[in-house]
């Protein structure tokens, strides 16, 4: 497999470096469906790059090229339900309206870092939909799911994940959502 969004990285086959991946996700990793994790590779970065701006500039990538996990906390009356939003960094996730509506609870916004981190297992900064928690939905934008490939977090913040848009919609919980995403500005 070659991976194209490179920039300056060098990336390699996500499946044979499980040490540039959070524990969850080397183990969803290991259960995908081979032909879908045979097109994941891994890159190691600086871990004080994750951060999306930051990564981009430094190593080449296009923010274009780019999306963001995000994980949203919804309520409804004492029931609590998260969501991750897979979004192009260049756009924003409609959480009040979209997500919410999707999630059927009265308000939703951005869960708190010490909480994402907590209920993923993951780094801030490298959440990444492969490996979340099961029951999830994973809710991917349909300019994510067409991206001829995209770069997203590895579960820490010293990586990032390589592949086509349209295997998020291999993961389970995935699903397609038509203007789940909001242009910035």
């Known amino acids: 497999m070659e991976w194209t969004a490179n ?3 060098t990336v390699l086959p996500a499946a044979r470096h499980p040490e540039l991946l959070a524990p969850a996700v080397a183990d969803a990793l ?3 469906d081979p032909d879908v994790a045979v097109t994941v590779g891994v ?3 600086n871990p ?3 951060d999306t701006a930051a ?3 430094q190593y080449g990538v296009a923010m274009d090229a780019s999306a963001n996990c995000v994980v949203v906390k919804g309520k409804r009356g004492g029931d609590i339900r998260f ?3 897979m979004v192009l960094a260049t756009t924003r996730a409609d959480v009040n309206g979209v997500v919410r509506r999707r999630l059927d609870v009265r308000t939703a916004s951005f869960a708190p870092m010490e909480e994402a981190v907590a209920h993923t297992g993951m780094e801030y900064g490298g959440i990444t939909p492969i490996g979340l928690p099961q029951g999830w939905p994973i809710l991917v934008d349909a300019a994510v799911a ?3 490939e995209v770069v997203i977090g590895g579960g820490i913040r010293g990586s990032k994940l390589f592949l086509p848009g349209r295997a998020l919609l291999a993961l389970g919980g995935a699903e397609l959502v038509e203007d789940l995403a909001r242009a910035v500005g």
């Open 83 to 85: 969501a991750a939003c």
């Open 146 to 148: 067409s991206a001829p």
């Open 48 to 50: 004080g790059l994750a």
């Open 55 to 57: 990564f981009c500039e």
């Open 30 to 32: 290991a259960r995908l």
């Open 43 to 45: 890159a190691e970065i």
């Open 7 to 9: 920039g300056s990285l």
